[in-house]
């Protein structure tokens, strides 16, 4: 048997709220994190879209002015959330060779690196800052928590697009069972609300444009869904090796049973329409867990509100879980969240965990017409869930064709 | 031109913006290094800041010379004159 991974500690800074205690009872209320966004740079550059789903508190409120100054904005979001889940572990004496950071980003420092290329160009070579490669960096933010906590087992940056925070739960959970680690602080981070990535989203028309309306423009499974909603922030997630947890008597949130990580090898960008991949990581995710479809009680979602995106999902769901599909509740959190990109999959884990945690499941808003085409059972008002063991499963999917999924169990 | 009491007060605001060190801790006698604990890429920071504050050109191979506080103060006031 493998050594069995729980997880003992939380952390979040998103457009819902800048910890994790907001942003869950945010998440219950159905709270949107969209906003126009309030920069003169939407109107410099006549952006078609001209909002966002912003983090509620600046980093700038949580760190230092000089630790923030060293810092791009996603690895600023990922030292908030890794701490703040690090407290909530109460792990105070540990051996930190044994300690390890997987800590994802899908676009790393973009704004470093579009910041210094305007300097460069407005003011010379001589004044582009010298820190602006290690804050570019994509393993800045993996870098950084890892300083921070003087974390020396190593410090990992899996990259993979929208999967990228569910795919360092994936690589944490591998890091404990190999032996490598003990204690890993896993997560995803992303700041790229800025005027490029959102010109160059817009371009490929994967974003919302209710410009008029930015709380209903995020909207999984609703037929007048018209894409997603740019989001930004961090999610943290403590895992432990379970002895290691017993053994100091820690309180555990939920038990990582399982993870699994394909590629669709068919499009770089559009899933596959049987959503193959994503069936085969649904399965293999199960099976690593040791749990059968029946198990599963919740689907956390990828559910991104794109016209194309959202059906593949149910497609693979369906096959994966058969005809018990029908008595699993989903909730698509990115209606409220916006798409944290790299983040998501961090941020839904941790809303994940939650609901086995705390028995009860974040809910979708927006959804006002149900696309007939994708007949889940949409989890759009407050529900409970059962008691006694159950299972819940948090989605993933990027640009790439990269499928990450992982199996959580209630303890 | 700035007299010397002029650039050691901007130069402890760039210090200050870059560090978060006091402004007053920056004093003629101390050391970027072992007083102040600023690293090389602090410095670099300071030294860019510095040359647009004050108008001057502090060459790569002059910034491992300026060892205190002072050495920098008097190089940038001997630059400007």
Known sequence: MPRKVVITGLGATTPIGGDVPTMWANSLKGVSGARTIEADWVQQYELPVTFAAQITVPASEVLSRVEAKRMDPSTQFAVVASREAWRDSGIEDIDKDRLAVAFATGIGGVWTLLDAWDTLREKGPRRVLPMTVPMLMPNGPAAAVSLDLGARAGAHTPVSACASGTEALHQGLELIRSGKADVVVCGGAEAAIHPMPIAAFASMHALSRRNDDPESASRPYDTNRDGFVMGEGAGAIVLEAEEHARARGARVYAELAGTSVTADAYHITAPDPEGLGATRALKAALFDARAQAEDVVHVNAHATSTPVGDKPEYTALKAALGSHLDQVAVSATKSQTGHLLGASGAVEAVMTVLALYERTMPITINLDDQDPEIPLDVVTAPRDLPSGDIVALSNSFGFGGHNAVIVLRSV | ?81
Do not use: H, Y
């Open chain 2, 1 to 81: 031109m700035a007299s010397n009491e002029e650039i050691l007060a901007g130069l402890a605001e760039i210090v200050n913006e870059e560090t978060g060190l006091a402004p007053e801790s920056v004093e003629m006698d101390k050391s970027f290094t072992d007083d102040l604990d600023i690293d090389s890429i602090s410095m670099m920071t300071i030294v860019v800041n510095a040359e647009e504050k004050f108008g001057v050109r502090i060459p790569d191979e002059e910034v491992k010379n300026l060892k205190t506080v002072g050495d920098a103060v008097n190089f940038i006031s001997g630059a400007q004159a």
